[in-house]
């Protein structure tokens, strides 16, 4: 695991004036058209009004953030892209909506597409004329979307495809024009993928769901029956079908992370506000240390989920830059450099939306009984927070996904994982070092640690793979213990280095709350990667190899005391200042 510089990462403080005046654009749009609507909204009394909404966001060019110029989009680079997301994320149903139309309903057609196929669709995509929704599960295919069912036959002329299949969880399905429709042709082994528009007809469609949450966003099973689609409105190859689907699902990952951060800052925002006004025992709720435990975490949570995020964001965005440069086509180039940060994909959806829905949990609980009522802000934040853990793959397919994706690569000699492995197995043989880990210097002690952090990792999957070989992806509990080291390690490096960098910029003096925040983190972060990695260790290593192991661990998870409690004081009274 190689070393990463502070200056060579984005941190959200980079953002120019620019792109922070389209991010005002965005929060002007929810609190002037969405916010004063979430009932009607919700209700879905009025089917045209979620419509309206996403003409009015296409106004504003919303829709058209990740379309090219020549295509009457923003062509916007990739983390302005990210924090369209962000922000849009606090709209309830209506983030949804606008995420599924400009990221898997529009994406396929802009990296996949001919170029009579962009001309044709992307225009009306980026405007909001047409309405974009992506068909991918069926009722036996989820995670496992290559089993798909839906067939597709090719007239005997050759000039269309007739498309039979049943989709189901499709969002923006009531209201779409285009849909994004997964196919098998004959006997294929993988998909291939269609643009179909509604009006080809053979389509029809069940009522709206009834769900827990995002009630005003459009989820629908779609029926095709027969439906006739000219053989031109093939996306991509035969067969690329499944290819598309991973590839536009990875995008979809990391933009999810950006709206579960934005979500969570507004409900954190509004729980501050709520444990300053609400006053018990004569005093404001949010002088109460149990208050202040919560308000803590929130920010802290928040702040590794946004520092990773914006990372990875801007790393997807240099490679993709790399490539074109390189003599890559701009569509492969795009889609390579997502591919290349997958692992990272995953990775942040997973605790973004883990982020969001610690999040929205204490803020009805710092709400109390207010948080239960409908009249109340919480009760819809709760219930709209759940499904972020199943969106674009369940956050246990993700965490598998992540490590897997890193063995894979391993195995194929793309990342040297055994070597670096092996010398901490020949380091947990030598004596260790007793010293101290607070070294002065400015988070010298946490950079030490973090270090530690990577060969318990290196250690505990290295070990792993030794044991069990290829058998190691059938043990999943022991692939989710080292998914959860891994997020750990990746987001507290992304703290580390985010917070290392503001001292850089405005003096350590001025960062005391980011400071404080990575502090606590990583040490928290330590005692759960220590726990992961000893159930682990305990599932696949016995005896005097299991010992040595553990005795390694501790040497890797070694920290000082910290006095937590006085440290989220210290937070809670930097965000108040």
Known sequence: ???????????????????????????????????????????QADPQLMPSLMDKAGELGLLGTSVPAEYDGFGMDF???????EVIGAGHSFAVALSAHTGIGTLPIAYYGNAEQKSKYLPKLASGEWKASYCLTEPDSGSDANSGKTKAVL?????????????????????ADIFIVFAKIEQDKNLTAFIIEKSFGGITMNEEEHKMGIKGSSTRQIFFNDCPVPAENMLSARENGFKIAVNILNIGRIKLAAAAIGASKRVAKMSRQYAGERKQFGVAIGTFGAIQFKLAEQFIRI?????????????????????LSAGMDENQSKLKGVEQYAIECAILKVHASETLDYVTDEGVQIYGGMGYSADAPMERAYRDSRINRIFEGTNEINRLLAVGTLLKRA?????????????????????????????????VAETK????????????SGAAVQKLMTRIEEEQEIMMFLSDILIEIYVSESMLLRTQKLATLRGEEAVKLETNATVLYLHL????????????????ATGDELKMMLMGLKRFTKQDPLNVTQIRREIVKGLAD
């Open 1 to 43: 695991m190689s070393q990463t510089l502070p200056d060579q990462v984005f941190i959200p403080e980079d953002f120019s004036e620019e792109q922070k005046m389209i991010g005002n654009t965005c929060e002007e749009f929810l609190e002037k058209e969405i916010f004063p609507k979430l009932d009607a909204i919700d209700s």
């Open 79 to 85: 983390n302005t892209s990210m924090l369209v997301a």
């Open 155 to 175: 007239s005997a002329d050759g000039k269309q495809y007739l498309v039979t299949g049943q989709k189901m969880w499709i969002t923006n399905g009531g209201f």
């Open 303 to 323: 702040f590794a989920s946004e520092s990773a995020t914006y990372r990875a964001g801007q790393d997807i965005e240099d490679k993709q830059n790399e490539l």
């Open 411 to 443: 195995m194929k000699g793309e990342i040297d994982l055994i070597g670096p492995a092996m010398k901490v197995q020949q380091e947990i043989m030598s004596i260790p070092d007793f010293g101290s880990s607070s070294e002065e210097g400015f988070l």
């Open 449 to 460: 640690k973090l270090g530690g952090l990577k060969k318990a990792f290196l250690m505990v």
């Open 525 to 540: 972060a330590t005692e759960k990667i220590a726990f992961s990695a000893r159930q682990a260790l305990q599932s696949f």
